[in-house]
């Protein structure tokens, strides 16, 4: 029998215990024997039947040598952090679903565990319960990546969603995707993007084999678009997501996160609500995509338990491809070219007419109240940045509403 502890009764550590024991069963057979959950640590009472199980002093877990696996779903980077480390160092193998931890400590954390023959897993870091990790670890391992896109936060792409199907206003949608245990604890992690900024970084490293800090990653989000915004994504044929994309050309890595216009049938355009997708380019499979709900308490548990199981049958041995504390530097994703919306707030919409003249081949410029709307095409960033900022100073009144870039024909 397999003893194992889960940290953090929240949505996740929740859907974990309860998943184990509906699908007892089921899930025994594939670990070839019984998995029990032994301690859950919580800061938190639970009545009946977690209290039975319930500790707030971590040492009983670290200190027990029966227990092998350790779950870990509280969220952050401290104690989370110290937590794992020490589990690791005393030979028990840890499963997260926590992308901040793995994003900032993973290559440390994998180190460690290949060092002590176990295993640190975290298919739940990335896309909720899309198996994601694992192709990366196995399948596509023989592969060299070349692109990796996707819609990797579920909270995000339930609000654009809803603005775009329902008329949905920002703040409801977000009080609605909390309710549902989509959102993290700070909201602004989904919001301004740093959620799937740290995904993007997580897969591009394992990608590479080397450590891609996630802070160099040029990172918008979406708490800055309107209704606007989704009236302009529609006149323009195409749909408003937000992107984490990064393209690998040899050692040059390019990688942002921000808001795109997909047009002309991009299949991200088509992946609603809660759901995630992450195409992959390779140079040998050429593309391939996956597709799942990006966040929720059962799917999330799902890929948590695929990771005990992994764990549990593979006790003394290191099963994970592991990326090298060596960092790897990210180049601006803005060098590439791309068409660009610009929303900018105007007191004098004739002198900015005048200064949009002057820019080459401008297109789909919308005057509505006191703001400007236009399409600056195949810019790099710093053109694009010249011209806004031209723009705003000749006519603007000081506001760059929204900045979005445009893919697809
Ligand atoms: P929750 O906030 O729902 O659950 C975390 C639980 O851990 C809470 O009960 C919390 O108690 C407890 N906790 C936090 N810190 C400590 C501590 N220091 N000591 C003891 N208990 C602690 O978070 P989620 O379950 O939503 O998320 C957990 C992790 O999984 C996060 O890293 C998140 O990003 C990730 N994740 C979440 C998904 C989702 O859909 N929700 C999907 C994929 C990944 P208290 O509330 O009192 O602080
Ligand atoms: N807050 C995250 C999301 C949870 O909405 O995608 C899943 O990582």
């Not at 184990?20 to 039947?49: H, M």
């Not at 990335?126 to 592969?143: H, K, M, Q, Y």
């Not at 989704?230 to 921000?258: C, F, M, Q």
Request: aromatic fraction near 8%.
């Amino acid at each position: 029998m397999a003893e194992i502890a889960v940290l953090g009764y929240g949505t996740v550590g929740s859907g974990v215990v309860e998943a184990l024991w509906a699908n007892q069963y089921n899930i025994d057979r594939k670990a070839s024997q019984p998995i029990r959950v032994k301690y859950v640590f919580d800061v938190r009472e639970f009545g009946a039947p977690i209290d039975k199980l319930l500790t707030h002093n971590i040492d009983d877990i670290i200190y027990d040598n029966d227990v092998r696996v350790v779950v870990e779903a509280m969220g952050g980077v401290e104690p989370a952090y110290a937590y794992v480390k020490e589990m690791l160092s005393r030979g028990k193998s840890v499963c997260t679903s926590n992308k901040e931890l793995v994003a900032k400590h993973g290559a440390e954390l994998l180190t460690l565990a290949r060092d002590m023959n176990i295993n640190f897993l975290f298919e739940a870091s990335v896309g909720g319960g899309i198996p994601i990790i694992r192709p990366l670890n196995s399948s596509l391992a023989a592969d060299e990546i070349t692109e990796i896109s996707g819609i990797l936060n579920g909270t995000t792409n339930y609000i654009l969603t809803k603005m775009t199907k329902e008329n949905g206003d920002f703040n409801e949608c977000l009080q609605a995707a909390r309710q549902m245990g989509y959102a993290e604890r700070d909201p602004s992690a989904d919001i301004e993007g740093f959620d799937s900024c740290r995904k993007l970084a997580i897969l591009v490293s394992l990608a590479i084999g080397k450590q891609v800090d996630f802070e160099n990653i040029g990172t918008e989000g979406i708490s800055r678009l309107t209704q606007r915004d989704v009236a302009y994504a529609n006149e323009l044929g195409g749909t408003l997501k937000l992107l984490a994309t990064a393209k690998i050309d040899g050692p040059g890595v390019y990688a942002r996160v921000s808001p795109v216009i997909l047009r002309g049938g991009h299949p991200l355009a088509f992946v609603n609500d809660v759901y995630n997708a992450i195409y992959i380019k390779g140079k040998i499979i050429g593309e391939v995509m996956f597709y799942g709900r990006g966040a929720g308490k059962f799917p999330t548990a799902s890929a948590v338990i695929a990771d005990v199981v992994d764990a549990v049958k593979n006790l003394n041995r290191n099963i994970m491809h592991f990326w090298s504390t060596e960092k790897h530097e990210i180049l601006p994703y803005g060098a590439l070219k791309t068409d660009r919306l610009v929303r900018i707030g105007t007191n004098d919409a004739g002198k900015i007419c005048q200064t949009l003249n002057t820019v080459d081949n401008v297109t789909f410029i919308k005057l509505f109240g006191d703001e400007i709307a236009a399409v600056i095409p195949d810019a790099a960033n710093d053109a694009y940045e010249r011209i806004v900022h031209s723009l705003a100073a000749t006519g603007g009144d000081g506001r760059v509403i929204s900045r979005t870039a445009i893919e697809g024909e």
